[in-house]
Nanobody, 121 residues
Framework: QVQLVESGGGLVQAGGSLKLSCAAS????????MGWYRQPPGKQRELVAL???????NYADSVKGRFTISRDNAKNTVYLQMNSLEPEDTAVHYC???????????????WGQGTQVTVSS
């Protein structure tokens, strides 16, 4: 089994910063992309940022210049540094990873349980 465990969410004032972490554990052979999605109240889940195994990144336009995604492959961990937070960033943030559990297996998508980020104005 594979688990993604997130930490670092919370309540912050507009203009503040938070750092999210997500550690993957369990039966892991290799990890391809890792990243973060979010679901604002009453809206659909949307991409925030992705990072490939070799460090290539992709960001939603709404967070470019404010958020930075990084990963530690030795720890199977992905991070999201969020600066200059805005009330519009309020959402449940979900960790994502594309994982292969053994050499001959295909990659599957895995999700964390979600962590709440609330930005007050």
């Amino acid at each position: 089994q594979v688990q993604l465990v997130e930490s670092g969410g919370g309540l912050v004032q507009a203009g503040g910063s938070l750092k999210l972490s997500c550690a993957a554990s369990g039966s892991i052979f290799s990890i391809n992309d890792m990243g973060w999605y979010r679901q604002p109240p009453g809206k659909q889940r949307e991409l925030v940022a992705l990072i490939s195994s070799d460090g290539r990144t992709n960001y939603a336009d709404s967070v470019k210049g404010r958020f930075t995604i990084s990963r530690d492959n030795a720890k199977n961990t992905v991070y999201l540094q969020m600066n200059s937070l805005e009330p519009e960033d309020t959402a449940v943030h979900y960790c994502y990873a594309r994982i292969r559990t053994r050499f001959s297996a295909p990659f599957y998508d895995y999700w964390g349980q979600g962590t709440q980020v609330t930005v007050s104005s």
